[in-house]
């Protein structure tokens, strides 16, 4: 079984497009797993069907609580299952579902894949991320991968759409819940990879459109990414590089509080909450 892992955040009409895009594939068993950060938000209910489940969390967890939510109860109903964690800004370009157990029957060492992800104008977005802890360097790869390969290993790859092959685990994987929002798939491919576990990349597509829930509140966004873009350089680099990153944030919140005051203010607060979180352990 394929299931897919979604969490809503007032996306409704997102999560539409998104369902019609799975539901142009009508052989291959799937269910979908919508985890409701916004419990206010009852136009989400509309779109229950028996292969659509909806979870209320109650609160706003964040994105890597909310999937924590759903991978546990789906690996309790089947731990040999694909799940497909996808963002409600993206949607299937191709009929992709057909080909995920025959790469995985082909390919069962991945425990943790990626797919390209292109942005509506056709443009890359996503093709792949690396680490580099001597430099803290945390990369975004936007070129085309070699198709002629099954596939290719990561260092990380993005939570907008990633499939976790849940054979590979003894335990249920789960995000650090440290994490809110941003970076929280770094630190799941990361931590996992660190394990054993193989991270990777292959042709398989969507398209996403960047950013368009998260925009909507320019200082969370950046308070939000700062923090725990910190989180992420102090768990995986040393002292060294890390007060480097940290000076450097510092810097670039300064310059910007002109030009754009509510970024400047976001990447403060975010700074702030790590340091003041730092010193509470």
């Not at 007032?10 to 009508?26: G, V």
């Not at 909806?54 to 309790?76: E, H, P, Q, R």
């Not at 249920?172 to 990361?190: G, K, R």
Request: one cysteine or more.
């Amino acid at each position: 079984m394929i299931y897919f892992l979604i969490v809503n955040y007032y996306s409704t009409k997102l999560i539409f497009k998104l369902i019609n895009s799975i539901q142009k594939t009508t052989n291959v068993d799937y269910k979908v797993i919508i985890i409701n950060n916004s419990s206010d938000d009852r136009s989400i209910d509309v779109l229950k069907t028996e292969s659509i489940l909806i979870f209320d969390a109650g609160t706003n967890l964040g994105f890597g609580c909310a999937c924590n939510l759903g991978l546990k109860w789906i690996y309790i109903q089947d731990s040999q299952a694909y799940v497909w964690i996808i963002n409600p800004d993206a949607y299937l370009i191709e009929n992709t579902l057909d080909k995920v157990k025959s790469f995985f029957e082909l390919y069962p060492e991945i425990s943790i894949l990626g797919t390209l992800i292109y942005t509506p104008i056709g443009k890359v977005w996503f093709a792949g991320g690396h680490f580099i802890p001597k430099t803290g360097a945390i990369i975004t790869q936007k070129k085309l991968i070699n198709t002629d390969l099954g596939y290719v290993n990561c260092d990380w790859v993005s939570g907008c759409s990633l499939i976790v092959n849940l054979n590979n685990f003894l335990e249920c994987p789960n995000f650090d819940s440290a994490y809110f929002l941003y970076y929280e798939d770094v630190d799941f491919c990361l931590r996992y990879a660190n394990q054993g576990h193989i991270v990777a990349i292959n042709s398989f597509s969507i398209v996403h459109e960047p950013s368009s829930i998260t925009n909507r509140n320019i200082f969370h966004k950046i308070r939000n990414s700062t923090y725990s873009y910190l989180l992420t350089l102090d768990k995986y680099t040393n002292k060294n590089i890390f007060k480097a990153r940290l000076i450097l944030q510092m810097f670039k919140a300064i310059l910007a509080i002109v030009l754009k005051p509510q970024a400047a203010l976001g990447k403060i607060c975010g700074i702030r909450d790590y340091i003041t979180k730092k010193q509470s352990k």
